[in-house]
């Protein structure tokens, strides 16, 4: 029986060891397999949208290559608006090692020691100190490519920031005159350019006779802080004197008066007359021959001659002038002229007078022909 019994009690542990040998080694990989798969599941998906941020914010940092110097070495992307208070003082700086500007026009114009811009190996600077209201406007950059002395601007690498440098004593950006003239052309919108240093002031355009508000319907007339007050279809019935009045937490302030000018004569090449003051010519005779352009009142015409005693250097006498001039019902016209005056005219005085007018937009050639008898 003792036998019988060691029998069994080895058969026993024989039986525990081998049943449970199995359920030992699948113990510890079960917790394993848990682990390692969902993690799997978890980090896949967030591999790609990973890298599509990457790429994303990479793509909108080439976009714009301007950057804002800021106080203790610190840098920023410049907004599309800044505020800052009179009288601080700005750095911006543009990736690139040639680099070009644009900024308000004035500073160029009054050559004003206050704004530094330079260039230097990996990006240009500009620097402007102790700023006034009269610097608010737009700032820009951008990358410039060039062979040898031939420069162009670099459509996708540029920045700029439109800066609103704010005076509570100065709510229209100051201008260097009391009055100024604005064309009403039927084929391009007109701008009456009275822009706030203030981006939250309340702005108003009105007529000075009938003494009137001119109300904005975002569609005719429309305001925009950055240029002003801005007529999309001028008609001759716009025509006037205007100005702006604006009004932030305080007494209400008055820009400059504007005078509103329809123009009559279409866009195009000048329209060009020319008259001799006579065809025929005795010697010693006084000569005058008139180039006369009738244009646009804000488009300027350059006038060139050719004459007859050009090549032997012949003395003659040029006079260039213009004024505006109303035609009546509110049409105003730009009358350009030009004066060749011959004294003592001789034979090598006789011959073709060529007269051309150019502006922006193209140029006429006219002739007369002038005898000695």
């Not at 599509?52 to 106080?71: L, P």
């Not at 700086?93 to 190996?121: A, E, M």
């Not at 329209?271 to 300027?300: M, Q, R, Y």
Request: with cysteine; aromatic share 10%; proline share 6%.
């Amino acid at each position: 029986f003792k036998n019988w019994l060691l029998i069994l009690v080895l058969f026993f542990f024989t039986f525990l060891l081998v049943t449970g040998q199995p359920a030992k080694s699948k113990h510890p990989k079960e917790p394993g397999e848990n682990k390692i798969k969902p993690a799997n599941k978890k980090m896949k998906p967030k591999l790609p949208k990973l890298k599509e941020r990457e790429s994303s914010d990479s793509s909108t940092k080439a976009q714009s290559i301007m950057i804002q110097v800021m106080d203790k070495g610190r840098f920023q992307k410049p907004a599309a608006t800044l505020s800052l208070p009179v009288g601080q003082s700005i750095e911006l700086r543009c990736k690139g090692n040639k680099i070009g500007w644009s900024y308000p026009s004035y500073l160029d114009t009054f050559q004003d020691s206050r704004l530094s811009i330079k260039q230097l190996d990996r990006y240009g600077q500009l620097i402007l100190a102790n700023s006034t209201a009269a610097d608010t406007g737009e700032y820009s950059c951008w990358l410039l490519l060039c062979n040898g002395s031939s420069c162009k601007k670099d459509e996708s690498k540029t920045g700029s920031t439109y800066i609103f440098f704010t005076d509570k004593g100065e709510l229209f950006v100051p201008t260097s005159s009391y009055f100024e003239i604005v064309y009403l052309n039927p084929d391009k919108p007109a701008v009456i350019p009275c822009r706030v240093t203030i981006p939250s002031a309340k702005v108003t355009l009105h007529r000075e006779f009938p003494a009137e508000e001119i109300k904005t319907d975002g569609t005719n007339i429309i305001y925009d802080v950055k240029k002003g007050f801005i007529y999309q279809h001028p008609t001759c019935d716009h025509k006037g004197v205007v100005y702006c009045r604006a009004e932030s937490r305080g007494a209400p302030q008055i820009s400059i008066k504007y005078q509103l000018l329809y123009v009559e004569v279409p866009s195009g090449p000048p329209s060009t007359t020319i008259v001799a003051s006579s065809n025929k010519a005795e010697g010693g005779d006084n000569v005058n021959v008139l180039c006369i352009v009738l244009g646009e009142p804000d488009i300027e015409v350059e006038f060139s001659w050719k004459y007859p005693g050009e090549e032997l250097e012949r003395p003659v006498i040029i006079q260039d002038s213009w004024r505006l001039i109303n035609r009546g019902i509110g049409h105003t016209t730009r009358i350009s002229k030009s004066v060749i005056a011959i004294e003592d005219f001789e034979t090598i005085d006789a011959g073709n007078y060529i007269c051309t007018a150019q502006n922006l937009r193209g140029q006429t050639t006219v002739a007369t022909h002038v005898d000695l008898t």
